[in-house]
């Protein structure tokens, strides 16, 4: 089975810091996604990026930076932590094949909280 | 504007009884897929369904299944017998050219025993 790891399910940080949240997928999908889940707003996207080094912005890019140095890590950076920032997020990850009936595979999430 | 609404934040349904959830959504292109996915309490979203909008036959997959309204821009989940574990949050999404989804803001079901 598809595993995709965030590293951390509940993170506590304070206004300004500067914020990694990581995820790691373990079968060389070449699609990694970051989600924002906010309680009726569904899920957002805020970045995502369809091959190491490459990235594209989703809906929601503000505050927020990606790293994909490698093909199994995807990284979001929030350069300065704001309130507004508090949210489940979450990791995805896809093949490309053609076609577009490939599924996402998530991570178990990340719930932040920005104080 | 690409969009996806669930109409319905909230659904209840009897053990075995039959409960629908509704999706409506909003796009221009004539070649995409549609999907629902569930999230329990753990958080592990997961594919329940999935349907090429080609496809005429409504997609099923066990106890759940759809009913596709393409003119009408409408993909309705149908889950029969009710367990306690389908109680989770749904989330209706398509996706279009290119790599990116579009999700629904979600319907939480409640399972009655």
Redesign the interface.
Known sequence: DVKVTQSSRYLVKRTGEKVFLECVQDMDHE?M?W?RQDP??????IY?S?DVKMK?K?DIPEGYSVSREKKERFSLILESASTNQTS?Y?C?S?L?LP???E??F????TQLSVL | AQT?T?SQ?EMSVQEAETVTLSCTYDTSES???L?W?KQPP??????VI?Q?AYKQQNATENRFSVNFQKAAKSFSLKISDSQLGDAAMY?C?Y???G???Y????TSLTVIP
Do not use: C, H, W
């Open positions: 699609n996604f989600y009726g707003l569904g899920l957002r996207l995502f369809y594209e989703g489940m979450l995805a896809s490309s076609g577009l009936l599924k996402l998530f991570g178990s999430g | 996806v669930q934040p070649d995409y897929y999907f996915y753990s958080r592990q979203m997961i594919l999935r090429e989330f999404a996706r279009v050219t790599n990116q989804f999700f629904g803001t979600g």
